[in-house]
């Protein structure tokens, strides 16, 4: 892709600004150039309930028995169809806080866990984005799988303070792609304000991604939401560009 400097950014210590590494590896790319977003963002959020005519609202438990998720997306026969952008990554790793920032420009972090599904459409002026969250807690971790055939792209949001759980979050993001070798990726090593943050090229490491496939489009990038009510900072603009672009290409 044409985007993303590739500043030659060193590892330092705790914290890495939101500009780019040195790249690693032929197809992954390493983001963090400012970049304008076009348009606006216009939020429209249903959880899981509100998909099955039960209302607006998250922390839905999941049902018993979890099926494909209803009226978008749904490939009949098996054929990819989907024009859904799937959010993966461990509870606590900022998915849901990430969206909101996404889709209303502005910090406001997730209170709760999800307890389901968070879906979340974000328009811009050229496309309308519909992301799909499924929560990162162990017991809905076996549903993550299941919703893969039917998405244009997978993001991978990872806590880069959560040092003693990257094993596990490279473990699973592996098993994930490992049967699908084209889905684009873009892996979030999110949290960057936290002291003791990994960055990016750490985590790029600690999730071995040069072993997750160079046919695939990938790429990694760090975001943060710092302050509730502030504006979302550039890496965070950068990531909506660049899955913007991806949603595009994909369609
Ligand atoms: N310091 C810091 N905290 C964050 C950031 N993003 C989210 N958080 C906090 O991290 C916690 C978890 O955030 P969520 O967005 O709920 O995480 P999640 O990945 O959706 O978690 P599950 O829904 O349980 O899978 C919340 O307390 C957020 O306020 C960030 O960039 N920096
Ligand atoms: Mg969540």
Known sequence: MRRGSRKGGACRGSRLPATAGPAMGSRLRLCGAA??????????AWAW??????????????????????????????????????????DGAG????????????VKRSLAPTEGFNAVCIATEESQMEFLEIGGSESLRSYWKMYLPQVLLLIYVVDSADHAR???????????VENN??????????????????????????LALSDIGDKRKMFLI??????????????????????????????
């Open 35 to 44: 970049l304008a977003m076009a348009g606006g963002a216009a939020l429209a």
């Open 49 to 90: 309930a509100r998909l099955r005519g039960r209302g607006a609202g998250r922390g839905e438990p999941p049902a018993p028995r979890l099926g494909p998720v209803p009226s978008i997306g749904v490939a009949p026969q098996g054929k990819r169809q989907g024009r859904q952008i799937l959010v993966l990554g461990l």
């Open 95 to 106: 998915k849901s806080s990430l969206l909101q920032a996404l889709a209303t420009n502005q």
């Open 166 to 176: 990257l094993p596990v979050a490279k473990q699973l993001l592996h098993q994930l």
């Open 181 to 206: 070798s084209t889905l684009p990726v873009v892996v979030l090593a999110h949290k960057q304000d936290l002291e003791g943050a990994y960055c990016i090229t750490d985590i790029h490491d600690a």
């Open 222 to 251: 760090g975001t943060h939401v710092a302050e509730d009510g502030s504006e979302i900072s550039s890496s965070m603009k950068d990531a909506k560009e660049l899955i913007a672009e991806l949603f595009l290409e994909m369609q």
